[in-house]
DNA sequence: ACTAACCGTTAGTGGCTACTGACCAAGAGG
DNA sequence: CCTCTTGGTCAGTAGCCACTAACGGTTAGT
């Protein structure tokens, strides 16, 4: 799941979806990376479940998908309660010194 | 800022120090890896804020470093935002079929 | 002082991945 | 039918990253 946003590209794919469904060449014209990179790109976004695909003529239009986008931020979400939630008992320890 | 909990094995030793604060062969003993692995981890953490540093005679103790969990957290709020605040325009927008 | 424990650093290696370019398939339009 | 556009796929490449192994420095214990 960190896998599909660990990529700067794909994360910039993401925010344009956001604006608006997109076809294929329309996110490359303003990503530094060929159609060919964006396609794979979203295949990879595809197979995680965060976009969907809709074809019209010879072009796939790319939107975000509801269910994944929410799926993953609560999964997020469950890391940082894990993350911050133990953390809380730290700061209630005393603290000689640090670096 | 992605790339610091990009990696399974990060994200394993923060999970661990929520728990409480460690030594590296401490973290190492529970992880898979070296504690040479260990170590650098733990400075691309350190680099990013996410850890500080405590000396205990041979020994170093990391902890969670708030402010960089926070703002951490801050960080990744922001993307979801624009990611969803984005996505509710689509879901008003009719829809003629998908894949 | 000598030894053992603990840890950071460095060099080197293997594997993964993002990228490009070429090719191919399919629809649109003349 | 032919051509152009659009985009998925494949092969190959370059770069990055996690990891191990060996080394050196520092501290604690005897």
Redesign the interface.
């Given at each position: 799941m960190?896998?599909a946003?660990?990529d700067?590209t794909r994360?910039a794919i993401?925010?344009r979806l956001?604006?608006?469904?997109r076809a294929v060449g329309d996110l490359a014209t303003y990503l530094p990376v060929s159609r060919s990179a964006v396609s794979q790109h979203l295949k990879v976004l595809k197979d995680a479940g965060l976009v969907?695909?809709?074809?019209a003529g010879t072009r796939r239009i790319y939107?975000?998908n509801?269910a994944g986008?929410?799926a993953l931020?609560d999964q997020?979400d469950t890391?940082?309660n894990?993350?911050?939630?133990?953390?809380q008992?730290?700061?209630e320890q005393p603290?000689?010194?640090?670096?």
């Open positions: 960190w896998d946003l660990g700067r994360r993401v925010l956001s604006e608006g469904p969907a695909e809709r074809v939107r975000l509801e986008v929410i931020r997020l890391f940082w894990r993350a911050l939630g133990g953390y008992e730290l700061i603290q000689e010194d640090q670096s």
